[in-house]
Structure formats: C-alpha cells, structure tokens
C-alpha cells in the first residue's frame, strides 16, 4: 500500500512540476512579446534567458546574442554563442561574432565571420567590412579585392554609418569606398601621396559631407607640406 501512495505521488509530483514548467513557458513568451513591443531591450534579455533555460533551443540562444550585441553587451554576446568557427551556425550567430569580436578589438578574428557571411551572401556592406578589417590587419591585396568589388556594386542610394564624430552620421558607400583606396594607397606606397590625396578628393565629390575623407585629406596635404612627416 505504501508503494502505491508513494507511486501516486511522484507521479502527481511530476506532473505539477511538467505543469509548472510550461505555464513558466507561456509566462516568459508572453512577457518576451512585452518587452518587444516596449522595446525593452533589458526585458527581451530578461525573457530570453528565462526561456532558454526553461526550454532551451540554439535559435533562442543565437536572439539572446543578437540582443547582447544590440545592447553593447559584445562579451556576453560572445559567451552566448561562443567565437569558434562553425559552418552549421546560423546568419545571426555569425553576425553576432563578426561584429563583436570587431568592436572587442579582434580583427583577425573578426575577419574570419565576416568571410563566412561574405561567401553566403556576398555584398558591398560586407565588403567595406572586409577592406576596412583588412587595412588595418596589414592584409593589403584583401583589401584591395574587397575594396574593388566594393567599388562595382556599391549602389548610388547606399549608405555607411560613422563615428568618428560626436554625433554619428552617414556617408555614401561608393564614396567610403574610394576613401578606403585612398589610404590603402598611401599605406603601399607614401610616395603616392597625390594619388592618395585625389582619391579622398573623388570621395568627396561623391559626398561633400563624408567627414572622415575631408580628415584624411587634411591629414595627407600636412604629411605633404611636411617631408618627413609623410615619411612616418
């Protein structure tokens, strides 16, 4: 008699508790639908994790990281999906390391995602990425295939976001992509500081508001005047 009690509990126990978890399921879905709609950004965090340990899944866990990067939370992003390279991850895991290891300062690293999301799916966004990634990593022929493919399908209506003010803006990606040739050039090449110098001035003809290619050129005319400057 007592195993039967006993039996009928565990069984009740188990349950209460298959009952609890999804009404704790139904709870934070409909709380994440909330926070959505708020634009809660702190919410939708809150939700998913909820909802990835109560029903855990990798399309929740890649969101959960999407929203870490979307709230500048690029070390938990990272955590949540991890840095490793996996072909069988999803666009949203790859973007979400690409841009997270480019803002944590992980070039290298960053280029590898970009490369991935790049051969699924390429375009001129993804090229400026590359070429811009690139440069800086000392990877000029990259670049220069990046900043040459940029250059042919880049569309007139196409925009990049920049920082380097107090307020950010955009700039024409056509004309991003000459500013990036300008310096790609100069880096091979400091005896080519004319070149370089024409090339900022092709972007700005593009758009005479691109302010980053208005300081490059500032800067290369005083390496210009300034012999040895030009020669560092």
């Known amino acids: 008699m007592k195993k039967i009690v006993l039996l009928v509990i565990l069984i009740t126990g188990a349950s209460s508790f298959g009952q609890s978890k999804s009404e704790m399921q139904a709870h934070y879905e409909a709380f994440y639908k909330e926070m959505r709609l708020q634009g809660d950004i702190n919410g939708v965090i809150n939700a998913l994790t909820h909802l990835n340990v109560i029903a855990p899944s990798q399309e929740r866990r890649d969101t959960l990281s999407y929203a870490?990067?979307?709230?500048?939370?690029?070390?938990?992003?990272?955590?949540?999906?991890?840095?490793?390279?996996?072909?069988?991850?999803?666009?949203?895991?790859?973007?979400?390391?690409?841009?997270?290891?480019?803002?944590?300062?992980?070039?290298?690293?960053?280029?590898?995602?970009?490369?991935?999301?790049?051969?699924?799916?390429?375009?001129?966004?993804?090229?400026?990425?590359?070429?811009?990634?690139?440069?800086?990593?000392?990877?000029?022929?990259?670049?220069?295939?990046?900043?040459?493919?940029?250059?042919?399908?880049?569309?007139?209506?196409?925009?990049?976001?920049?920082?380097?003010?107090?307020?950010?803006?955009?700039?024409?990606?056509?004309?991003?992509?000459?500013?990036?040739k300008g310096l790609l050039v100069f880096n091979n090449d400091k005896t080519k500081i004319d070149e370089a110098i024409g090339l900022m001035d092709e972007a700005l003809k593009i758009d005479p508001n691109f302010n980053l290619a208005s300081l490059s050129k500032q800067a290369l005319v005083s390496k210009k005047n300034d012999p040895e400057a030009a020669k560092n």
Not at 69 to 85: D, R
């Open 68 to 180: 870490y990067m979307n709230n500048g939370q690029h070390l938990q992003a990272l955590n949540t999906v991890g840095i490793e390279n996996n072909p069988n991850s999803s666009d949203i895991a790859v973007q979400v390391k690409a841009v997270s290891l480019k803002t944590l300062n992980q070039p290298k690293r960053a280029i590898e995602q970009f490369e991935i999301l790049f051969q699924r799916n390429p375009n001129a966004y993804l090229a400026y990425e590359l070429a811009d990634l690139k440069i800086l990593t000392g990877d000029t022929a990259g670049a220069a295939t990046n900043i040459e493919y940029g250059l042919a399908n880049a569309k007139d209506d196409m925009k990049h976001a920049f920082y380097e003010r107090q307020q950010p803006y955009e700039a024409s990606l056509k004309a991003a992509f000459q500013h990036l």
